[in-house]
């Protein structure tokens, strides 16, 4: 372990540091896995890059129905290269795992008093922590959100780091909410030194202006199609989703225990606390967020950039608490402090489990309506082994083939590779037409099954159900939804996927009358998705206020 933490640009790791580096790396193929939700992701994708449709979910319907702006057009190089997705996913989620690995290293030099020996106290406890460690990959944008808030608090501590300043400003296009802290974050700081820190302005203003640009272009919105349907009010559910991770965890004690430490420490100007105190309150904003919308169905996902920044908010506390220790005694002490956390926190795992996860072959229960990944890890169409370097994903099966092909005279023999039948069937004479539009809810087959056309039942991807007032049984959940989808498949396979199909379906008199009662609302939307890209039109479209759809009309 080093002596002496560096406070040039380029430190020398310490021996804890490499540990928890080779840590981080094993564990995150370790504990790998794919959400189903990635495939939301994928499918826009491959729509892209593989079927020439645009990014789209269905073809000629313009909806943004991912979250993540920045995590979809970092998807879209590797896979424009031919590599499959198991591979992709895990190859960023190596790049996240070092990056914040080097953002946790820089920060514990701007925070660790010179010529004590380190404990790295926010390395060891992500590096070695289930959950930090499992949402380096998914499929999602958890990766790059985790990175975010080891960026972030390089930030607030030194503000002056280049990369800190960019990944900083870079974040409100990883996640939208994110904006918040970023806000908070560069009133502090101009108020602190007496300038404006312009590059994650201008970051942040270019990144999300050429976004808001093309999304009125391409989309006619000014949000994305999963703000609607979050946008709900769930405390109690929320709340209960927040204990769910922190106390797995311990965040509550060691929060409190460091808080203790910190202010027993306070006259020690190095230690920077009020700035532990506005990355405190910046993750506070975010849990306020996550708790107001009810939450996440999965464990931890939805807190990852407050629990990392939480975590970054104690750095260099116990080594300035070593600095007051005899010279000797110190180099055993940070290394029995850092033995003891890498060990606790390793330990650690979510209650839905039956035992710790690093086998992969826990049980799995809901509690409280929340799934951990082992749910997902555990499904047949989504168990991929971490080690491998086979394109596992890509492969379709016969009865995946069946259900893509149907009677189709291109259905190969045997098993086949999803893209093969892609630049198959773009060959072929088959059109999105031939075959049935329908409803569904797990992602990963609405990705294999590339030539239908989907409705998907809990709004994600559909404008329509994404602004009903129905109410989540989840978060993220209404079972209100599933027969309107039904609904909205039965008349756009009979009307047509078009601007004027639900009038005519009204006026046929084979609507619904929960179509015909919000015939206004719905006509509003659809013009938005089968917009024809022309921009004042479209800025027309974003600015109009569309009411609520009520089902119960």
């Not at 289930?130 to 990959?137: D, E, G, R, S, V």
């Amino acid at each position: 372990m080093n002596a002496a933490p560096q406070h040039g640009a380029w430190p020398r790791p310490s021996a804890i540091e490499w540990l928890c580096l080779a840590a981080s790396l094993i564990l995150s193929l370790q504990y790998s896995w794919l959400l189903d939700d990635a495939f939301i992701y994928f499918r826009y994708v491959d729509n892209l890059v593989s079927l020439e449709r645009g990014l789209v979910f269905n073809e000629g319907e313009y909806v943004e129905g991912y979250s993540s702006p920045l995590w979809c057009l970092s998807l879209i190089p590797p896979r424009a290269l031919g590599l499959d997705w198991w591979l992709i996913v895990r190859i960023l989620a190596l790049l996240c795992a070092a990056a914040t690995w080097y953002l946790l290293v820089l920060l514990a030099r701007r925070t660790t008093p010179a010529g004590v020996p380190l404990v790295q106290l926010p390395l060891v406890y992500l590096g070695f922590n289930y959950a930090t460690q499992t949402y380096f990959t998914s499929g999602v944008e958890s990766p790059m959100v985790q990175l975010a808030a080891a960026g972030f608090a390089l930030f607030v501590y030194a503000p002056q780091v280049r990369i800190a300043q960019w990944v900083a400003g870079l974040a409100p296009m990883i996640r939208h909410e994110l904006a918040a802290p970023l806000l908070l974050a560069l009133a502090y700081l101009a108020w602190r030194e007496r300038r404006v820190r312009w590059t994650p302005i201008v970051v942040a203003g270019v990144s999300l202006g050429a976004w808001l640009l093309f999304r009125v272009v391409y989309y006619a919105d000014f949000l994305p199609n999963t703000f609607y349907l979050k946008d709900e009010v769930h405390w109690t559910r929320g709340l209960a989703y927040l204990h769910d991770t922190f106390r797995t965890y311990g965040t509550y004690w060691l929060a409190a225990a460091f808080g203790l430490l910190a202010l027993s420490l306070r006259g020690n100007r190095e230690l920077q606390l009020e700035r532990r105190i506005v990355l405190s309150v910046c993750a506070v904003v975010v849990c306020v967020y996550v708790a107001k919308i009810g939450g996440d169905p999965r464990h931890y996902r939805y807190l990852a950039f407050p629990f990392v920044l939480l975590a970054c908010t104690w750095s260099g506390l116990l080594e300035h608490a070593l600095a007051r220790w005899p010279a000797p005694s110190q180099r055993n002490g940070a290394r029995l402090a850092a033995l003891t956390v890498a060990i606790g926190t390793f330990c650690l795992y979510p209650r839905q489990l039956s035992k710790h996860p690093i086998g992969r072959d826990a049980e799995h229960v809901k509690l409280d309506e929340i799934n951990d990944a082992q749910y997902h890890r555990l499904k047949s169409d989504l168990t991929y082994s971490p080690w491998t370097l086979r394109a596992e994903i890509e492969q379709l099966d016969d009865a995946q083939l069946d259900l893509v092909y149907g009677e189709s005279p291109l259905l190969p023999a045997g098993p086949s590779d999803i893209r093969v039948e892609y630049a198959r069937w773009l060959a072929s004479d088959e059109t999105p037409a031939s075959y049935p539009l329908t409803t569904i809810g797990w992602c990963a087959t609405a990705w294999r099954m590339f030539t239908h056309t989907f409705v998907h039942w809990d709004g994600l991807t559909d404008p329509i159900l994404a602004r009903t007032s129905a109410t989540s049984w989840r978060a993220a959940h209404k079972k209100d939804l599933h027969p309107l989808g039904a609904d909205l498949a039965r008349l756009r396979a009979e009307f047509g996927s078009t601007r004027d199909a639900f009038r005519r379906a009204v006026e046929a008199g084979k609507a619904p009358a929960w179509i015909a009662a919000n015939l206004a609302s719905i006509e509003a939307i659809a013009a938005k998705a089968y917009n024809r890209h022309d921009f004042m039109e479209n800025l027309a479209l974003a600015l109009a206020p569309i009411p609520r759809i009520d089902p119960t009309r």
